[in-house]
């Protein structure tokens, strides 16, 4: 298409040309004309035409801007790179460049955005790899976590040389063993606010990874030289395991908190830049929709890394604990090495210094002004006086608010990890046979009574449903459900998902409850499952109820599909609305709720015993469906405001590769 002006009556026009950034979008108009004809052309997605601003100042340059006239104004929209200063969005009352206080939205039917999974050059600059994008160190860790801790019910509740034949070193049987289990479970979800500390404010991301890495390494060296026969045999396993379970959750803490910030931080686009495809189609490269595909790849990773459960656990009843634990130890090592290999490859923020404590003085000065954090403002004091030191600029306490959104959202996250915990626990106990030849896979937490018939089905294939849906449904969302609602023009915006999420988690509980009502109802032992003397055997066990156990897998699907919605979309949700030189704070924040959601599990687990568990699968369905109800009327309206918060990202601090 001709650009109007570049010919005939309109040649030299655009010389005298000016045009104000609007985000991506610009306002402008001629200095010597006031109404310009041009051809029609459809604008990518919708924008607010913003104020003029003096700082801001570009000259339109042929073949590099579409046009499209709005009135007597005209929009210069950039197709390639841009050539203007940023400038930051104003916020309520806004004129235009003529004068007048009309602001108007561009409506217009947006093309759909795409994820950037290619090497496409940003206005950042130059984007980094897939490779570098995703490697295989969150893999490493998550296999060795999951790797070690699956074994340690057994570990900890059988004694050694069990006369049950099951694998065991320690003996202080049920109670010992979940008292032990919970509170590691609840240990590695306290620390990483500890690792964020540390991270934003003294050592950067990469370098809390990195020492913290070690520490989680002498932790498992610990766990695997204590769980040597020698060591068992000589009293030396509850010392090694307990102080195992402190170290290797004082180094997950400095992991967990880190390390999906440093993954996401690898893409460095802020704005969205259009793209034509191969087959002549335009499209919108949208950086939140790429954090959004990042976080999916992520997330997989972790359920591929949790399966490693599956190697352990067979190591321990084969071979040995002291096997068990080496094969974690050795992933880590691996990870650990591409972490190290990587490092000149890695894009870091720097930390910032007391920017936490900075953080809780502008709320301080918020709460003592009735909650308006504009106070906090360094434009508001010099105003109105200077009341209040304040070491920052504005766009920190933008960015501040924004981050108390995410906070605000997360409150109602340990509802929902009290509906996925129960995946865990009270799931196995579902599946589980008492009978001695049948090998049990225990989980991290307690068991209550085998209940259902495995007929030969291996119980650790039951518990692993989960991962396995995730690590199928998270491509077929990702490359099929995700891009064809946005090309029809369904916006499935973060906060919409994590209501999902709480549905589908709610959806888990309601079958998990038929479940256990047909367990109830089966003979031989009915409402007692395995305590009963119609279910005694000869052989001094007992006949479980005669369900079958795959009745259980629609459970572990739905757990699976909430967490795709719900735990993903929060990963992302504390990335994307955190400040740049906080992101692992408010990630550990999002981690937090999920030891309350431990905390409130184990303030529950006296209703977990037969025959009061429908009734408390009931419960937890009221709950979950309450809680996603409630959530998605106090923050649904954030999604119209989803985009607005996520640009204030490109008016922080840039992240640099670490060797600059």
Partial sequence: MPLPGSTGRYKGLWDSLVVAPVNRIFFARSSSHSYVPVA?????????????????????????????????????????????????????????????????????????????????????????????????????????????????????????NDPNGLPGAIGLNQNGATGLTNFFQFWCYLTPILGAII????????????????????????????????????????????????????????IKSNVSPLIAEQYRGTKPIVKTLKNGERVIVDPAVTIQRIYMIFYLCINVGSLSSIATTELEKNVGFWSAYLLPLLMFIVGFGVLIAGKKRYIVRPPKGSVIAHCFKALWIAVRNKGNLNVAKP??????????????????????????????????????????????????????????SVYLVETLTSTIAGQMQLHGIPNDLMQNIDPLTIIIFIPIMDRLVYPGLRKMGVAFKPITRIFWGFLLGALAMAYAAIVQHLIYSAPPCYNAPSACDAGLLPDGTYEVNRVHVAVQTPAYLFIGLSEIFASITGLE???????????????????????????????????????????????????SAAAGCIFWLLYSRYNATEESMNELEQYGEKAVPANE
């Avoid at 030189?581 to 037969?610: C, H, Q, R």
């Fill in 573 to 623: 949700y504390a990335f994307t609305k955190a400040p740049p030189s906080m992101k692992s704070f408010i990630m550990s924040m999002f981690l937090l709720t999920n030891a309350f959601g431990a905390a409130l599990g184990a303030a529950l687990s006296p209703t977990a015993v037969d025959p009061k568990l429908m009734w408390m699968y009931i419960g937890l369905t009221i709950a």
């Fill in 379 to 436: 434009s508001y004091q010099e105003e109105y006086g200077h009341k209040y030191k304040t070491p920052w600029n504005d766009l920190f306490i933008e960015e501040l608010k924004r981050a108390l959104v995410a906070c605000k959202v997360f409150i109602f996250y340990p509802v929902y990890w009290v509906v996925y915990n129960q995946m865990l626990n009270n799931f196995i106990s579902q599946g589980e046979s008492k009978d001695p």
């Fill in 199 to 254: 991270a934003d404010q003294y050592l950067g991301k990469y370098l809390t990874i990195l020492y913290f890495s070690i520490i989680y390494m002498v932790g498992v060296l610990i766990l695997f030289l204590t769980s040597l026969p020698v060591a068992i045999e000589h009293g030396a396993a509850l010392g090694g395991l307990v102080t195992a379970m402190i170290v290797i959750g004082l180094g997950t803490g400095g």
């Fill in 40 to 160: 029609e052309e459809e604008l990518d997605r919708e924008s607010y035409i913003m104020a003029e601003h003096e700082s801001a100042i570009a000259r339109y340059e042929p073949q590099k801007h579409a046009i499209i006239q709005i009135e007597s104004c005209v929009l210069i929209v950039p197709v390639n790179r841009l050539h203007a200063t940023e400038v930051e969005p104003r916020k309520g009352f806004m004129q235009d460049m003529a004068g007048g206080t009309k602001v108007g939205v561009v409506a217009t039917k947006p093309a759909y955005a795409v994820n950037d999974s290619s090497s496409v050059n940003s206005l950042d600059g130059e984007e980094p790899t897939e490779e570098e994008k995703h490697t295989l160190r969150k893999l490493c860790e998550r296999f060795a976590y999951y790797g070690l801790s699956g074994p340690f019910q057994n570990y900890i509740s059988n004694s050694y």
